[in-house]
C-alpha cells in the first residue's frame, strides 16, 4: 500500500521561502499523478500544482502564482516550493496521489485521488 508522508511546515516569515515534501511510502510504482492541495481559512480546499510522474507534464491551478513542483525519481519525494511569501499563503497543505484513471477530466478531480497525507499547516508571519 501505498502511505504519504509530509513534512516542511511550520511557521514562516513573510518574503521567505516555502518547501515541503511528500515523501512515497510503499509502492510508489503504483503512482501515476502527485498534486498538492491546500485549504486557506475561512475557504474550501484548491487545487495548487499537479505532475504526471509518467510523461513529466506539470499542471497550475493558477499560472504565475508563484508555486514549482519538483520530484525526485531516486527518493521518491514530490516537492512543493515558493518564495517570497505572503500572509495569503497561510493555509493547510495536503498531498495527494493516484493511479491512473479510466477518463481523465482535470488535474485536481479530488475524487480521482486514492491516497492523501494527513497536511502539513504552513503559518506566515509577516
Known amino acids: 500500500q501505498v502511505q504519504l508522508v509530509e513534512s516542511g511546515g511550520g511557521s514562516v516569515q513573510a518574503e521567505n521561502s516555502l518547501r515541503l515534501s511528500c515523501a512515497i511510502v510503499g509502492s510508489p510504482d503504483e503512482v501515476r499523478f502527485m498534486a498538492w492541495f491546500r485549504q486557506a481559512p475561512e475557504k474550501g480546499r484548491e487545487g495548487i500544482a499537479g505532475m504526471d510522474l509518467w510523461t513529466g507534464r506539470q499542471y497550475a491551478q493558477h499560472r504565475d502564482d508563484g508555486f514549482t513542483i519538483s520530484f525526485d525519481n531516486v527518493k521518491k519525494i514530490f516537492y512543493l516550493s515558493k518564495s517570497n511569501l505572503k500572509a495569503e499563503d497561510t493555509a493547510m497543505y495536503v498531498c495527494?496521489?493516484?493511479?491512473?484513471?479510466?477518463?481523465?477530466?482535470?488535474?485536481?478531480?479530488?475524487?480521482?485521488?486514492?491516497?492523501w497525507g494527513r497536511g502539513t499547516q504552513v503559518t506566515v508571519s509577516s
Open positions: 495527494a496521489a493516484r493511479g491512473s484513471v479510466s477518463q481523465w477530466v482535470g488535474p485536481f478531480v479530488e475524487d480521482d485521488f486514492t491516497w
